[in-house]
């Protein structure tokens, strides 16, 4: 197996064990675990797919929904052993996205062979599963958190893309790419690294304004 | 007209009115009554569209789009006879996933020839339109109510598939289909039904995590 | 350059400047900045294009993505310097909807041909990246604002439409269409303009009713 392939079935795995996560901190039943892991797994390669024109992946593979599964079950009789579910699935969706901005920024280059739009396609495979997932499950949006997160996925798929672009074996520049996105949001979430945020001060609510 | 077909303007007509409905308890004005019953009747079935790779159904048969302003029309001028409005939308909510749940199902079938692929489409052609209404109303997302509700979609198409596979007529196969999901989420909404919720505690807030 | 294509510019423009203002009001950092400005920029011409089945403008040419950039990180040098960055962002809201309302229905009368769909692409085209970026930034959607605002979209969309297929020069049609949003939304910011809302009263939370 291609090691790119790897870190699709590994990215689908972990991402949807964060989507279970997030069911069960939601105390949703079985079938709540099965679809909020579904749709964090393979919701982030399902847009990448209809925004280069290719066949859904899953629909044609269906190998990833049986992972997502597999996942939800697993999650869901092992989730109360954790002591902490929340951090737990940060660290996984911060293997999750490592892994997707790599396998997201492969496609687009393959598909458009275009730099710009691979790591586009990287970043958003990379964050539209977690952005999902936030949204059904109603927690705080990981995009708004103030560690560095969008960062990581930009860094990934560039460095995969420059990397294959330079003319790298494959798997160096996928093991390359990975490991940059997963130190750089590793260490943020670590170490709390941030960016020099915005020098202003926040929006007050809209009704507060005149 | 073949009874999916009915099923499906039956399906697109319940949800258009659950999206007015929605419209009416944040009392918007008449576009956004159009706004939501459309987003709300066509989005389901737009997401399992796109994700087949087909034309989505609306762009090649308007009369989808006539049916949702004319549900949209006839809701506001009626919905304040309603004594709950609330009640009202989760009872037609039912039986547009039940209605959806076959006929997504039935596409899926079509198109991919897998039966994973269409309990799939079947769940997420009757969930998708319900969680865009309820993201745009900005109202609890029904995913997270605590009664049964993914399963009944679940079983719908899978009943549905199965009994197709098996050879059964179509008009029987979607009968069988739409009655069973909608037994399931009736008599979850009647009854309370809910399944073994997982047995842990809930999430605690991002923020009050050390 | 047509007229229609630099409304397509400018809309693109101006949509990420809200998307990067919705930014500073949350205090992200400069990615996301960039990341909002361009989900925000081109997520309504996105979705217009996967429901018309056609190529993804920005993955063919990608000048769009580099004026999102572009806009990103000027509206991050400068936004401080804004009273209310709030009202700024209504308003540059209210030209790129004005815009997008004319551009998504010239788009989806070329490809379909038909008039509904061409206003219905309008609609979605205008609204999408709105939608998109108040549910990532945690804003209260301009949707559910009381003043007019899918209405000015409609407007826009029915205007050009009406105006093309009455044998009006493209550029006539154009301005048209834009100037009819405009004044509608831009009427509705300045003056408060609101339908007759719907005759109700408003919902009740799930949980009081019994």
Known sequence: MPFVTFLDYAGVAVFAA???????????DI??????????????????????????????????VWICASVAVLVFLTAHRFES??????????????????????????????????????????TFGGILRDLLAGEPSVLLRPEIY??????????YTGADIAGLAPLLASILGFVAAFIVRGGALRFGWTFPAYKGRPGRHPDDIP
């Open 18 to 28: 964060t989507g279970a996560l997030a069911a069960s901190r939601k105390e949703l």
């Open 31 to 64: 079938i709540g675990f099965l679809f909020l892991a579904s749709v964090t797994g393979i919701g982030g390669g399902t847009f990448r797919d209809l925004i280069l024109g290719i066949p859904v992946f899953w629909v044609i593979n269906r190998d990833y």
């Open 85 to 126: 579910r929340y951090k737990l699935l940060l660290w996984l969706d911060a293997v999750g996205i490592s892994a997707f901005s790599v396998m997201g920024a492969a496609k687009g280059l393959v598909v458009t062979g275009s730099v710009s739009v691979a790591i586009i396609t990287g970043m958003l495979t990379a």
């Open 150 to 159: 969008v960062t990581a996925t930009l860094i990934g798929a560039a460095v």
